[in-house]
């Protein structure tokens, strides 16, 4: 089955630095990579997401990148702030129902 | 008022009870879906159903039971409790594309003393 990768699992920044997150899978056939924003108490909520036909996506401070070639995909979230402090998961699936999440990585933004 | 609704939010029980967690949604999706979440562990399935009448295991769903009463409700039992079923549990659903979003509910946190 499909097995998805992403690091680091912590990762600290000063307010208006850029934050990277990386994300690497196994499957070839996936085709659809969300990224999910989670804060505390909540559940998951979809931030961006990147189909394998597309190299890089953008909304406004926040981007995706994808090679497919070496199997991995990035968010990247430019001019950092406060409230970006979350925990984001990245995911992979080749159709609904299937998504194999990564662990997440804790971003906190110091003012 | 939430999208997607999960009762109870908060549930301790002591091992060998059976506990069931629900799930309600008013986006009319016809798909629905249970994860676990582990600290450090991210989101793992545990079942999920395309309509009402077709349900599939996930990747760990040795220990659960889930039963969809209707388009809008998804259930999850755990038929005799035990300690390592402690986890943040969430309840997501999605239209029928193959890259549509899932939609999260808020979580049960669940307690299996």
């Known amino acids: 089955g499909e097995n998805v990768e992403q690091h680091p699992s912590t990762l600290s920044v000063q307010e208006g630095d850029s934050a990277v997150i990386k994300c690497t899978y196994s499957?070839?056939?996936?085709?659809?990579f969300p990224w999910y924003k989670q804060e505390l108490g909540k559940g998951p909520q979809l931030i961006i997401d990147i189909r394998s036909n597309v190299g890089e996506k953008k909304d406004q401070r926040i981007a995706v990148t994808l090679n497919k070639t070496a199997k991995h995909f990035s968010l990247h979230i430019t001019e950092t702030q406060p409230e970006d402090s979350a925990v984001y998961f990245c995911?992979?699936?080749?159709?609904?129902?299937?998504?194999?999440f990564g662990d997440g990585t804790t971003l906190t933004v110091k003012p | 008022d939430a999208d997607v609704t999960q009762t109870p939010r908060n549930r301790i029980t002591k091992t060998g009870k059976r506990i069931m967690l629900e799930c309600s949604q008013t986006?009319?999706?016809?798909?629905m879906y249970w994860y676990r979440q582990d600290p450090g562990l991210g989101l793992r399935l545990i079942y999920y159903s395309f309509d009402v009448k077709d349900i599939n295991k996930g990747e760990i769903s040795d220990g659960y039971s889930v039963s969809r009463q209707a388009q809008a409700k998804f259930s999850l039992s755990l038929e005799s409790a035990i300690p390592n079923q402690t986890a943040l549990y969430f309840c997501?659903?999605?239209?029928?594309?193959?890259?549509?979003?899932?939609?999260f509910g808020p979580g049960t946190r669940l307690t299996v003393l």
């Open positions: 499957d070839s056939a996936s085709n659809y």
């Open positions: 995911a992979a699936s080749k159709y609904a129902g299937k998504s194999t």
């Open positions: 986006k009319g999706h016809d798909r």
């Open positions: 997501a659903t999605s239209g029928t594309g193959a890259t549509d979003t899932q939609y």
